[in-house]
């Protein structure tokens, strides 16, 4: 019997990756445009390099372009490039088709609705209120709930807890294998692997479940719980 769905958040709900891409795509030409004398190519090498050293949640990434490129931070540059990030990331940041239809169906079968992110707190939050999935979901895990991130049991346990459920009255749902999949099974819950969003070509997985797309959780709790 499924009780509850856990999500992970950035390429499960929401197409992280692309948001992310067109936001430095767009925030690129405008610092050019604003005087920084570098090639696109370059300018993309650079980011790249800051987000691999960083972390891709890396809040301060131009400030480091502009100090390696200009020895200094131009706060006309800068602001150019956070502005016109900004505004694509707004409009880039959509969940995945279906989402919205899929987690109306879930509310009305009285499935109760988690998310388990490792984003920061606060970037987690401001990307759900943005997509008003603050308003849909029962119970928020982020980073800072527990200090550990998945596939630690301590975040899974936590979500289990808010949720008020037993492991396996609960189903996880996420892209990454090794974090997602692997951390809900050891603590025995029920695991769906998300193929659409997988950018990392994934061959093995695991999971009980495997989804081309998300409305297929409809089956499979229609089929757990012989509806
Ligand atoms: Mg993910």
Known sequence: MIKAIVFDLDNTLVDFMKMKRRSIEEAIPAMIDAGLKITHEEANRIIDEIYKEQGIEYQKVFDVLLQRVLNEVDYKILSAGIVAYRRAREAALIPYPH?????????????????????????????????????????????????????????????????????????????????????????????????????????????????????????????????
């Open 99 to 227: 989402v919205y239809s899929t987690l109306n169906q879930l509310l009305k079968l009285g499935i109760k609705m988690g998310i388990l992110s490792d984003a920061p707190a606060k970037e987690a939050w401001l990307r759900l209120a943005f997509l008003n999935f603050h308003h849909i979901f029962d119970a928020v895990v982020t980073f800072e709930d527990t200090k550990e991130r998945k596939p630690s049991p301590a975040p899974f346990i936590k979500m289990l807890d808010k949720l008020k459920i037993k492991p396996e009255e609960g189903l996880m749902v996420g892209d990454w294998a090794e974090r997602d999949i692997e951390g809900a099974k050891k603590i025995g819950m029920k695991t769906a692997f998300a193929r659409y969003g997988d950018t990392f070509d994934t061959k093995y997985h695991y999971a009980d479940y495997e989804l081309s797309d998300i409305s297929e959780l409809i089956d499979i709790v229609t089929k757990e719980n012989k509806l």
